[in-house]
């Protein structure tokens, strides 16, 4: 008589859920660092959609407004960004602290810098408090 076999022996399940678990420990790492850079290219879109009102108010008046609520309406925050301040020539935004953004940004800033002679808006991690640049987005690396 044969015997038929039905199932999986005990070695081949483990051998399986080892393989899933050395995949889990690379994947999780990275996707988080994929969640942190999407987190902060919200704060540089909503940055991008200040440039122009800022640029034209420069070459109109010669000078940047000392706020953003010069402006007029404008967005300053977001989902995952708690605010932007315009400090001189410098955009910067403030992620949130809490709650929706990524442990690894949270509180973090990012900046948007706007020289005045080359009319160039360029993308840094901020002071000492800024993100990683690893989780700049592609944009501003």
């Not at 399986?16 to 850079?37: H, S």
């Not at 949130?96 to 002679?117: E, H």
Request: proline share 3%; glycine share 10%.
């Amino acid at each position: 008589m044969q015997k038929i076999q039905r199932g999986f022996t005990l070695i081949e399940l483990m051998i399986v859920v080892a393989i899933i678990g050395i995949l889990a420990a690379i994947a999780i790492p990275a996707y988080t660092d994929y969640t942190a850079r999407a987190q902060v290219s919200e704060a540089v879109e909503l940055m991008g959609g200040l440039k122009t009102p800022l640029t034209e108010w420069y070459h109109d008046r010669g000078t940047l407004p000392s706020a953003l609520a010069s402006l007029g309406t404008v967005v300053t925050s977001g989902k995952y960004t708690s605010s932007i301040t315009l400090s001189g020539s410098t955009l910067t935004a403030t992620m949130k602290s809490s709650g929706s953004a990524n442990g690894k940004i949270a509180g973090k800033t990012v900046q948007l810098v706007y020289n005045t002679t080359t009319g160039q808006w360029t993308c840094s991690t901020g002071a000492s408090n800024g993100v990683a640049s690893s989780h700049l987005p592609g944009a501003c690396r």
